[in-house]
């Protein structure tokens, strides 16, 4: 059985550091430990609790926020099958899903807060983010499961933007994730070329921080950063045709 968590708003309150992690089995192309979901990962402070030499965190359970507790970012490309004759099959990929695994099922019991992918998507610094807005949220934050792709690099394909994306993120209580699922058939077709199959994703790091109008900190958790991940690797082999064949 999970444990309990402090809220939001007191954990950002008050942090009482005490207790010992719990194990909740997750698996990733990043994976990250459980109960140090705390606002010292990643702010420089962590150091001051514990040696930290794997640059993962330091677990504070109970003093963690379980919905922001990262434990895992997978990437997958999503595919359709579309047979060939009789026996072949011809893989063709429809897109790109950022997988956001938590401790508990993603959500705010206070201010706004930012799922974030940072990567280097094909070449563009980006942010690939999604806002779950809590009842201490601004008017101003984005809307509920919005997903941006902050596009950080003149050469991105929008420039230095922030761009809305026209499709929401969706969060499983039963997985304890959040997903940003960019299908092809959704995106421009400049987009789309940062995405398709032979596209990298480089310097992938996720975080989770909160949202306070204009501002966009304290950060609560984060993990390591990944190696490159190619779009399309994670497909299976096409299945060559042997029987009426087109």
């Known amino acids: 059985m999970l444990k309990r968590f402090a809220p939001l708003t007191a954990l950002i309150a008050a942090l009482a550091l005490s207790g010992a992690a719990w194990a909740h089995p997750v698996a990733g192309f990043i994976e990250d430990i459980e109960g140090d979901a705390n606002l010292l990962n990643g702010q420089g402070l962590i150091e001051i609790v514990a040696p930290d030499p794997t640059g993962q965190g330091v677990a504070t359970a109970p003093a963690s926020y379980g919905p922001a507790d990262l434990r895992a970012i997978d990437l997958k490309t999503t595919f359709n099958a579309i047979p060939v004759g009789d026996d072949g099959i011809?893989?063709?990929?429809?897109?790109?899903?950022?997988?956001?695994?938590?401790?508990?099922?993603?959500?705010?019991?206070?201010?706004?807060?930012?799922?974030?992918?940072?990567?280097?998507?094909?070449?563009?610094?980006?942010?690939?983010?999604?806002?779950?807005?809590?009842?201490?949220?601004a008017p101003t934050d984005p809307a509920e499961k919005a997903i941006q792709w902050r596009q950080l690099d003149s050469g991105c394909p929008d420039g230095v933007a922030t761009t809305t994306?026209?499709?929401?993120?969706?969060?499983?209580?039963?997985?304890?994730?959040?997903?940003?699922?960019?299908?092809?058939?959704?995106?421009?077709?400049?987009?789309r070329a940062y995405l398709d199959p032979g596209s990298f994703l480089m310097t992938?790091?996720?975080?989770?921080?909160?949202?306070?109008?204009v501002l966009t900190a304290p950060q609560i958790d984060q993990t390591i950063i990944g190696d490159e991940w190619e779009v399309g690797s994670d497909m299976p082999a096409d299945v060559p045709c042997t029987t009426n064949c087109p």
């Open 204 to 213: 992938v790091q996720g975080s989770v921080r909160t949202q306070f109008g």
């Open 90 to 137: 011809d893989y063709q990929a429809t897109g790109v899903q950022v997988i956001v695994k938590t401790e508990t099922m993603p959500m705010s019991d206070g201010p706004t807060l930012i799922y974030r992918v940072n990567a280097n998507v094909d070449g563009c610094n980006s942010f690939l983010q999604a806002f779950l807005r809590g009842p201490a949220a």
């Open 165 to 191: 994306m026209p499709f929401p993120a969706t969060v499983s209580a039963e997985e304890s994730s959040l997903t940003m699922n960019f299908e092809y058939s959704k995106l421009t077709p400049a987009q």
